[in-house]
Nanobody, 125 residues
Framework: QLQLVESGGGLVQPGGSLSLSCAAS????????MGWFRQAPGKEREFVTA????????YYADSVKGRFTISRDNAKNTVYLQMNSLKPEDTAVYYC??????????????????WGQGTQVTVSS
């Protein structure tokens, strides 16, 4: 079964940090650019960040630059999202995705091959 499974979501206070993981099963992440998207209540899903297949290139939405870091460990078939200095507006369901090229992540709609089921991140005091 081909799937992406996110973990690590939860409740955190403003200014806090949270780390998300996305593990692939049934396929190898080596051949895919990986990305994170999020969807807040009543809003459309939006691009957050992406990393190229080899990890050499990254893209970030302006809203998270300097606060979020994407990384990948192909040996573990896992991609990570480190989120620091969290704000209430970061509250959303976070999804990871796989695509053939990093540029596909920022297309509208994104040209992705696989999506995870999502994990809730809530930033609140």
């Amino acid at each position: 079964q081909l799937q992406l499974v996110e973990s690590g979501g939860g409740l955190v206070q403003p200014g806090g940090s949270l780390s998300l993981s996305c593990a692939a099963s049934g396929f190898t992440l080596d051949y895919y650019a990986m990305g994170w998207f999020r969807q807040a209540p009543g809003k459309e899903r939006e691009f957050v960040t992406a990393v190229s297949r080899g990890g050499g290139s990254t893209y970030y939405a302006d809203s998270v630059k300097g606060r979020f870091t994407i990384s990948r460990d192909n040996a573990k078939n896992t991609v990570y999202l480190q989120m620091n200095s969290l704000k209430p507006e970061d509250t959303a369901v976070y999804y990871c995705a796989a695509a053939g090229l990093i540029g596909y992540m920022t297309e509208t709609p994104p040209r992705t091959n696989y999506w995870g089921q999502g994990t809730q991140v809530t930033v609140s005091s």
